[in-house]
């Protein structure tokens, strides 16, 4: 089992800066890659991005320029750096961790999942 853990959401202008943070704890050493997905309300979860434990990135066309996945180690902990935020961007954040070589951009491609953490940005 992973368990995960993310924080760093809030309310932010248009324009500004957070930074989330996801904690991983557990058996992650079967950790291939950790993504970020999105969940906006009555909405799909969409994929932002995701890192391998290589420290290979990839986006989403919609947040790609503008957001950055890093991890110290990234079967411990990854960041989402998120700057140039857009109302459009206000969401439910989540992280998850993937056990398996898979297509990462995939909701299905993901084992375990952290518990969101809300991100709001005011016009």
């Known amino acids: 089992q992973v368990q995960l853990g993310e924080s760093g959401g809030g309310l932010v202008q248009a324009g500004g800066s957070l930074r989330l943070s996801c904690a991983a704890s557990g058996r992650t050493f079967s950790t291939y890659a950790m993504g970020w997905f999105r969940q906006a309300p009555g909405k799909e979860r969409e994929f932002i991005a995701f890192?391998?434990?290589?420290?290979?990135?990839t986006y989403s066309d919609t947040v790609k320029g503008r957001f950055t996945v890093s991890g110290d180690n990234p079967k411990y902990a990854v960041y989402l750096q998120m700057n140039s935020l857009k109302p459009e961007d206000t969401a439910v954040y989540y992280c998850?961790?993937?056990?398996?070589?898979?297509?990462?951009?995939?909701?299905?491609?993901?084992?375990?999942w952290g518990q969101g953490t809300q991100v709001i940005v005011s016009s």
């Open positions: 890192i391998t434990g290589s420290g290979y990135t």
């Open positions: 998850a961790a993937s056990n398996r070589v898979a297509s990462w951009r995939m909701r299905s491609s993901y084992d375990y």
